[in-house]
């Protein structure tokens, strides 16, 4: 049993995932949660996140910080997404193992598996074949991540977890079309031509492609019920098993919104992967299982994103 008393550093604490994660650690009772703002600390700079972690000492690290994006974004700046991600995650990888952290979280991402990996996907797919093009700079960074996790706890005996969660959507959430993510654009776009009386909404790609969603606060539950939980595994999807394509997605928000669009197709933007179901076989052995319905969690988000306006 961890002690409510231990120092967790949870790098990243601003973002939607991070937020998520320090709200949960909150409510199940931890006292002794680190953070830190970017004005502070500066993650790309190894220097100052090796001495930031020397001081603190904290005994488990979750790393939420990530420079994250849409299809379009991690298309268009791939030296950012690149760059940025393995710098800070290699930084405080590094960091934690020099300042004695013995167990780490690492967010992975679903996207790291192979465009044409076969469904639902396991874990022992990771590194098995081509990645989907749109955003392999941001996978490779995640891979590399991942890999460093594995081989720091293989060789220097600790215990550096990653945790590949499927699509996420939820409080925080990022709404620039030009680098949200899916659902969160999927709201926008919706939401938009109702209040202006549109008749289409118009999606990027034929609308077929297959995705997972899971909703932040399942996922912030999925890491601290692993930052506590002993696994042979330092391996594991997190999912929801609610598989939908964006067309079905994009017709379950206009019923929720009560409007009826005509969709319409950009068929000059990427699709991406043509369908992304994790294998949740691992997670559920150790029971773990995501309780939030689909339903209950947009109804949340929206009211989130109306107080945006």
Request: overall charge positive; some cysteine; aromatic content about 12%.
């Amino acid at each position: 049993m961890i002690s409510k008393n231990i120092k967790i550093f949870l790098a990243g604490h601003k973002g939607m995932v991070g937020s998520a994660i320090f709200s949960k650690l909150k409510k199940d009772g931890y006292k002794n949660i680190i953070t830190v703002s970017k004005k502070k600390l500066n993650l790309l700079d190894q220097n100052k996140v090796e001495k930031f972690l020397k001081i603190k000492k904290p005994q488990i690290v979750i790393i939420a910080a990530a420079k994250v994006g849409g299809i379009l974004a991690n298309n268009n700046f791939k030296a950012n997404f690149i760059y940025e991600n393995i710098t800070i995650q290699s930084n405080i990888i590094h960091g934690s193992y020099l300042s004695g952290v013995k167990n780490l979280i690492f967010l992975g991402s679903s996207c790291i598996y192979p465009k044409k990996a076969k469904q639902p996907i396991k874990e022992s797919y990771f590194m098995t074949g081509p990645l989907e093009e749109t955003n392999d700079a941001y996978s490779i960074a995640k891979i590399a991540g991942a890999k460093m996790c594995m081989e720091y706890s293989n060789q220097y005996k600790l215990n550096y977890k990653t945790l590949m969660p499927a699509n996420m959507f939820g409080i925080n959430d990022n709404y620039d079309l030009k680098s949200s993510h899916f659902f969160s654009a999927l709201t926008k776009k919706i939401h938009l031509a109702k209040i202006n009386n549109k008749k289409t909404v118009t999606l990027w790609g034929n609308g077929k492609a297959k995705r997972e969603l899971l909703y932040v606060e399942d996922f912030a539950d999925a890491c601290v019920f692993f930052m506590r939980k002993k696994t042979k595994e330092n391996f594991i999807n997190i999912g929801s098993g609610l598989e939908k394509s964006i067309e079905e997605f994009a017709k379950f928000i206009m019923k929720k919104l009560n409007v009826n669009l005509k969709i319409k197709y950009d068929l000059s933007k990427p699709n991406g992967m043509k369908r992304k179901k994790l294998d949740l076989s691992i997670s559920n052995k150790y029971g773990w299982k995501a309780k939030t319905k689909l339903e209950d969690a947009f109804k949340k988000v929206y009211s989130e994103y109306l107080k945006l306006k």
